[in-house]
């Protein structure tokens, strides 16, 4: 049952202050973790955290973090978050599709949904997908999705975005997919998405960020890039400057033309620009038991 519409996105990011980038290490009993950011909201003080272990992501309090261990980067290099930052690095000269592009493992019966939503000047989303396909009737169990979501499509789409963090079926993981999503179909990809000479990599990244807390969601520490283009400064940066980690696809539904296998890493979009990618997977009449969160393929250890 999704919440009946009556509260208003909030979009105004001045909101939240000092909002800076930061890479610091903690331990607590034995989970091991990397705040890399801070920011003020309402005179409280508050903290992005990394589980460098599970991989997700939490929102603490000053207080909260104060009961930390403060430790060296160095102590904690075994870590999942680590062995994932390396393989993104080594993959990240193709201008298409670099960073993380597959599992670790194949789990068995185990797909990993990711959902685009780019920028779109088409009104509503694919509200079949979202609000039919994606309902278990009969569990109580929460799907675990991934949605790439843009600054530029909650701009626009503040009704649908509404409807999203509040379904009540679904378990969802942010992926930062920038706040414009530049895109010009007359410039070459080496020129193009984030490529383009006046991006400006800190607001395209923070923005969404801060859109997202605004609105009591959590950013993930994954990013998608628009297009899937980039090159390896920008992946370096992403990584190195942002703590962030490229996530690309194995699967791009409309482009692949095979089937979906275990393991795979799904890529459609939800915001009607892309209507093919979601008819495959609603036609194919795929069990959406075997829908698991997007941290398991990315686990090192499982």
């Known amino acids: 049952m999704i919440t009946p519409i009556k509260a208003k996105i909030e979009l105004d990011t001045s909101k939240i202050k000092n909002y800076f980038i930061i890479k610091e290490f903690y331990l607590e009993d034995k989970n091991r973790f990397m705040a890399i950011r801070s920011y003020e909201y309402n005179a409280n003080k508050y903290y992005l955290i990394v589980n ?20 060296a980067e160095k102590s904690l290099l075994k ?92 378990d969802i993981t942010w992926i930062n997919h920038s706040k414009n999503h530049y895109y010009n179909p007359k410039e070459e990809l080496s020129k193009n998405f984030m490529l383009n000479s006046k991006t400006n990599l800190n607001e395209e990244i923070i923005e969404v960020e801060k859109m997202l807390i605004l609105n009591n969601q959590t950013p993930s520490m994954l990013f998608r890039l628009p297009g899937l283009v980039s090159n390896k400064k920008l992946i370096n940066s992403l990584v190195y400057d942002f703590s962030l980690i490229p996530l690309g696809t194995n699967n791009w539904l409309v482009k692949s033309n095979r089937e979906i296998s275990d393991g795979d890493i799904i890529l459609i979009h939800g915001n009607l620009n892309e209507k093919e990618g979601v008819k495959k997977l609603i036609n194919k009449q795929y069990n959406i038991k075997r829908f698991k969160s997007i941290y398991n393929s990315l686990l090192t250890d499982k």
């Not at 207080?63 to 403060?70: L, R, W």
């Open 79 to 170: 870590t999942n978050y680590n062995i994932l930052k390396e393989k993104a690095l080594k993959n990240s000269r193709p201008l298409a599709n670099a960073g993380i592009n597959d599992s670790f493992h194949i789990n068995k019966n185990e797909i990993y949904l990711t959902i685009d939503m780019c920028p779109s000047s088409k009104k509503g989303y694919e509200k079949e997908l979202f609000e039919e396909f994606l309902n278990l009737n009969e569990s109580k169990k929460k799907i675990p999705i991934a949605i790439a979501i843009t600054y530029r499509w909650v701009k626009d789409h503040k009704k649908e975005f509404f409807s999203l963090i509040h379904n009540q079926n679904l």
């Open 52 to 71: 460098l272990d599970t991989l997700k992501t939490s929102i603490v309090t000053e207080n909260k973090k104060k009961s930390f261990k403060k430790t």
